[in-house]
């Protein structure tokens, strides 16, 4: 199948490797069908491409290695949604925001990741209900 990106150019993407939000992410409801993108220079970075709208990407980190006391209770009923029944299933990824300084001062929204089952290529955007996560947390360490 071949979508257009602004970001990319035409793509060839495999059909079968369309994740499936529903309902689609947060501001971006009506929005459903994605493609992760690797990133070869860095894996721990993906894109996420809209297949419906050709100028929306998202900029995608492991948050874990962003954070590595990080966590993410996924509930049953989630569980449930995604089809879940193995922890191998799960990918989860957060939104990497980068302002106008530069990718120095990007920012990671631990509050709202994105659930993937990557083998039923199902996914949601949870929201964590937990006080000691940030919407903003720094993807790099200030130097003292």
Not at 1 to 6: E, H, K, L, P, R
Not at 102 to 115: C, H, I, R
């Amino acid at each position: 199948m071949i979508i257009d990106t602004a970001r990319f150019g035409q793509m060839d993407i495999d059909e079968q490797n369309i994740i499936k939000f529903r309902p689609g992410l947060l501001a971006f409801e009506d929005l459903s069908d994605y493609v992760l993108i690797d990133i070869a220079e860095n894996r721990d970075f993906k894109w996420l491409q809209s297949i419906q709208e050709p100028g929306l990407s998202f900029l995608l980190v492991d948050p874990f290695i962003a954070n590595p006391e990080y966590r993410v209770e996924l509930q049953a009923e989630m569980m449930a949604k995604l089809n879940i029944a193995r922890a191998e299933d799960v990918l989860i990824y957060t939104i990497v925001t980068v302002p106008a300084g530069g990718l120095q001062e990007a920012t990671t929204n631990l509050v709202g990741p994105l659930v993937i089952n990557w083998r039923e290529k199902r996914g949601v955007q949870a929201v964590l209900e937990k006080d000691d996560l940030e919407v903003k947390y720094p993807l790099f360490k200030k130097a003292a």
